[in-house]
């Protein structure tokens, strides 16, 4: 049984066909080239007959692809792009930029336009790398960095890392008070609420979306029923509407607060605070991984945009992670 001709696609070959290809013209292409017009004719001819399939048809006075040229003129000019591009590639690689990098955000500390602004930071500073933002809650972060690639998480769970392939940074603390709608009946029932009260309302959570780990239920007494929503954004409007009730960040309801829209209760089982934390992996860290601890540390605005529901670490906090650090 005969072995089928594999095609020759030399670069010089599709550097040919492709000025052809983007002039319409094989005399303009040998002009552009420096070549002589049969000699592009040749070349493209030799090409074809490798191929098995003509690239172009030719009238007297015209030059236009085929199908079987339209579909390798965008791959050539997808391989050149990307000839072009790789010694800087493998510039910023052997600078110790990572080639990919895989960033995890905690559902309480996501904001768009924060993601946005970092990501064209990012980009600005290593264009050569490729980027992946994910979303988390709760667990869901850590399960991010152990299971799914993960290489800096904004707002992990707790000051201390649960793994050493990790390393942490407290990065701030989520004081949670309880609201409800203005016009909620628990708006102007007796205080404190007690959880036989509370009990009778659903409370509104955002589901933990981890996959490997334990999930952890935000807040909800037993027997009480839970309304489950997508993200806190969600779990906000939720809240403003009288769907349910439940603990949110203090720092982050405060104009709602003020504009009377969501009110503060006062209950006799409070929610304690939720410290989070910078997490990165130790191995293959590289220059954006350093980056953005730097933004962190020095409380650029774009490090700052997803602190607006933190409080800050206390001294005596932000000490003994240096110290465990040292």
Not at 155 to 164: E, K, L, N, Q
Not at 257 to 269: Q, Y
Request: overall charge positive; proline content about 7%; hydrophobic content about 45%.
């Amino acid at each position: 049984m005969p072995v089928a001709r594999q095609p020759k696609l030399d670069p010089e070959s599709l550097r040919t066909f492709v000025t052809v290809a983007q002039l319409r013209s094989f005399s303009a292409a040998a002009e552009l080239l420096h070549k002589t017009t049969s000699a592009v004719s040749y070349r493209i001819r030799t090409l074809e007959d490798s191929m098995g399939t003509p690239l172009f048809q030719r009238t007297t006075r015209s030059v236009a692809l085929t199908a079987s040229g339209e579909v390798l003129l965008e791959k050539a000019s997808q391989i050149f792009e990307w000839l072009q591009s790789l010694p800087q590639e493998l510039k910023q690689i052997n600078d110790g930029v990572e080639p990919q990098f895989s960033l995890v955000v905690n559902n309480i500390l996501y904001d768009p336009d924060a993601v946005a602004a970092l990501l064209a930071d990012l980009h600005r500073l290593f264009p050569h790398t490729v980027f992946r933002v994910r979303r988390a809650v709760y667990m869901g972060v850590w399960d991010e960095m152990l299971h799914h690639g993960g290489q800096f998480a904004i707002g992990a769970p707790g000051f201390h890392t649960i793994s050493d392939d990790f390393v942490t940074e407290p990065l701030g603390t989520v004081n949670w008070i309880f609201i409800v709608a203005r016009d909620h009946p628990l708006a102007t029932a007796p205080a404190p609420l007690s959880n036989d009260v509370l009990r009778r309302y659903p409370a509104v959570n955002v589901e933990d979306t981890s996959q490997h780990l334990s999930k952890r239920t935000a807040w909800r007494l037993p027997g009480q029923q839970e309304l489950i929503v997508p993200d806190m954004h969600a779990k906000v409007a939720c809240h403003m509407k009288g769907l349910g009730v439940g603990f949110l960040p203090m720092r982050s309801v405060q104009e709602a607060l003020r504009a009377g829209v969501l009110v503060e209760r006062t209950v006799s089982s409070g929610r304690s605070p939720s410290p989070l934390a910078l997490a990165w992996r130790r191995a293959g860290a590289g220059r954006i991984a350093a980056h953005l601890r730097a933004l962190f540390a020095s409380r650029a605005p774009l490090a700052a945009a997803f602190c607006t529901p933190l409080d800050p670490v206390s001294d005596a906090v932000a000490a003994e992670a240096a110290r465990r650090a040292a």
